[in-house]
C-alpha cells in the first residue's frame, strides 16, 4: 500500500496531543490524529472528569450527613450509584462531544480512528476500528499515547475478579466492602469516595506511608483524615495471595510479621500505572526507553529519533494533566514560534481530591533537607484558619519550605479546604519569585482561605 504522507502526525488524542495537532494544522500543515479508543485521553474520559464528578457527589453525601453539625435536621441519607454513574457519563460525554467538534471544524486536520505502531522511521502502520489497514508517514510524529493501569505480580490476582480506576466508575451498586492495593492518589480518591457512598473500606499499602513521595507529617495527617471517615488503613502490609471465596474475594497479607487475612465484596488495584509504549513497535523508529517503557525525551521533549516528539505520560515524570498541556505548549513554542522553550525549571502543581484536598508545589521538606539547604519550615493547622473554623471544616494543616537565605519559598502542601486553591496562591508568588514575607505582610479579603498565609509566614518568624 502507498502510504498517505502528512506533515505530522500526533498519536493519541490526550490534553497534550488534541490541542496540539489543531495548532500544527491551523499552521497549514497536513495533520493526522491518531486515536485508538476515544478523543479526550485518561483525562478526560478514565481520569480528572469523571472521578472528580464523582468526588463530588461524595462530598454532598459527607455534607448530609453532618447536617445537623450546622443546626439543619435531613432525613436518612441513600445513594443512588447509578444516578451518580450517569452524572458522570453526561459530563464526560459533554467534554468529549466538545474535543470530537473542534476537530471536526479544524482545517487540515484528520482523525483516524485505529490502533498505531511504527514499520519504519516516520512511518506507521494503523488498524483502523472499523476493521481496516492504513499505511501514514510524516516528516514529524507526536507520541502522546499514555498509560495504563498496572497489574502487581501476586498470587491468584488472575483469578480473582478486579477492577481498575476506569472499571470502578462502572459499578452499580456500592460494593459491600471494597479491598484496596495502593496508597496512591487514585487508591485514596476512591477509597474516601466509597465510604462516603457507605461502603467499608480497607487500604492495603505496601510502604511505610500514604502518598509516599509526600513528607512523613502531610502522609501522617492524610492517614489521620482517612481514618476518621472510617476507612482502614494497613501500612507496611504486603499482599500475598487472592482466592475466590464463593461470592467474595479472600486477600492474604503480611503486617507486622503476622498473616492476616480480609474478605472483600470488591478489589480495587491501584499500584500504579505502566507506558503504552509496548504496543508501538518503537525500535522500528528508533526510539529508545527507559526500563520501564517510558519513552527517553530530552528537555524539548525529543525523542532519540530525530522528528519524532514525547509528551505526556508515556514520556514519564510527573503523570498530571497540565504536565501534559504544557508539554504541548513547549511543542508550540518552539515548532511554531521559533522559542527555545524546555522543560527545565517548571513547577509542578498537583492536587489530590481527597476530602480535605492536599494542594502541593515545589520541594518538600525532605527533598530540601536532602540538597543540604538551609531552610525555614512553617505550618500552621487548618484549626488555626478563621474560615475553616467559620464553615466547620477544620482538617489537616498547612506547611511552607523557605530558603532561609532569600526567603523564598521553595515548596509548600496546604491539606486542607480548597487546598488545591490556596497552593495555587503559593505557587503564583514562586513564579514572580515573591519573597516569604510579601505574603506575610499582604492584605487579604477577610475571611478568606487564603487570608491564613498571614498567620503561615508569621509562624514563620518563631522558627
Do not use: W
Not at 505530522?8 to 485508538?36: C, D, F, Y
Not at 522543560?343 to 498537583?350: L, S
Request: hydrophobic share 40%.
Amino acid at each position: 500500500m502507498n502510504p498517505s504522507h502528512y506533515d505530522a502526525i500526533v498519536i493519541g488524542s490526550g490534553q497534550g496531543g488534541t490541542p496540539l495537532s489543531m495548532a500544527l494544522a491551523k499552521a497549514a500543515m497536513r495533520t493526522a490524529l491518531i486515536e485508538r479508543k476515544h478523543v479526550g485521553g485518561t483525562c478526560i474520559n478514565e481520569g480528572c472528569t469523571p472521578t472528580k464528578t464523582m468526588v463530588a457527589s461524595g462530598r454532598v453525601a459527607y455534607l448530609a450527613r453532618r447536617a445537623a453539625d450546622y443546626g439543619v435536621h435531613t432525613g436518612p441519607i441513600s445513594i443512588d450509584l447509578e444516578r451518580v454513574r450517569q452524572r458522570k457519563r453526561d459530563i464526560v460525554a459533554q467534554f468529549r462531544g466538545g474535543s470530537e467538534s473542534r476537530i471536526a471544524k479544524t482545517q487540515s486536520l484528520e482523525l483516524i480512528m485505529g490502533e498505531a505502531s511504527f514499520s519504519g522511521a516516520k512511518t506507521l502502520a494503523v488498524r483502523t476500528n472499523d476493521g481496516g489497514q492504513r499505511t501514514v508517514s510524516a516528516d514529524r510524529i507526536f507520541i502522546n499515547a499514555g498509560t495504563r493501569a498496572s497489574r502487581p505480580k501476586i498470587d491468584g490476582l488472575d483469578r480473582v475478579p478486579y477492577l481498575d480506576n476506569e472499571s470502578i466508575m462502572e459499578l452499580s451498586a456500592v460494593p459491600d466492602h471494597l479491598l484496596i492495593l495502593g496508597g496512591g492518589y487514585i487508591g485514596l480518591e476512591f477509597g474516601q469516595l466509597f465510604r462516603r457512598f457507605s461502603s467499608r473500606v480497607t487500604i492495603i499499602q505496601s510502604a511505610g506511608q500514604l502518598l509516599t513521595r509526600e513528607d512523613p507529617d502531610v502522609a501522617e495527617e492524610v492517614t489521620k483524615i482517612l481514618r476518621q471517615d472510617g476507612v482502614e488503613v494497613l501500612l507496611n502490609a504486603k499482599a500475598t495471595r487472592f482466592d475466590q471465596s464463593e461470592d467474595n474475594i479472600q486477600l492474604q497479607v503480611e503486617a507486622g510479621g503476622k498473616a492476616t487475612s480480609f474478605v472483600g465484596s470488591h478489589l480495587l488495584v491501584a499500584t500504579g500505572r505502566i507506558p503504552n509504549s509496548d504496543a508501538l513497535n518503537l525500535s522500528a523508529a528508533g526510539i529508545q526507553t527507559d526500563e520501564h517503557g517510558f519513552i527517553r525525551v530530552n528537555d524539548r521533549l525529543e525523542t532519540t529519533s530525530v522528528g519524532i516528539y514525547a509528551l505526556g505520560d508515556i514520556k514519564g515524570g510527573p503523570a498530571f494533566t497540565h504536565i501534559s498541556y504544557d508539554d504541548f505548549r513547549i511543542i508550540r513554542a518552539n515548532l511554531l514560534e521559533g522559542k527555545a522553550a524546555s522543560t527545565k525549571d517548571r513547577q509542578v502543581p498537583y492536587c489530590v481530591f481527597i476530602d480535605p484536598q492536599l494542594g502541593r508545589v515545589g520541594i518538600t521538606e525532605n527533598e530540601a533537607r536532602a540538597e543540604g539547604r538551609n531552610i525555614l519550615v512553617a505550618k500552621l493547622p487548618m484549626t488555626s484558619v478563621a474560615r475553616a473554623l467559620e464553615v466547620d471544616e477544620t482538617r489537616g494543616l498547612m506547611k511552607a519550605v523557605v530558603d532561609a537565605e532569600t526567603n523564598q519559598i521553595l515548596g509548600a502542601a496546604v491539606l486542607g479546604i480548597e487546598g488545591g486553591e490556596v497552593m495555587s496562591v503559593l505557587e503564583t508568588a514562586m513564579m514572580g519569585k515573591l519573597p516569604y514575607t510579601a505574603l506575610r505582610d499582604a492584605t487579604y479579603a477577610h475571611p478568606t482561605l487564603s487570608e491564613s498565609l498571614n498567620n503561615l509566614f508569621m509562624a514563620m518568624d518563631n522558627t
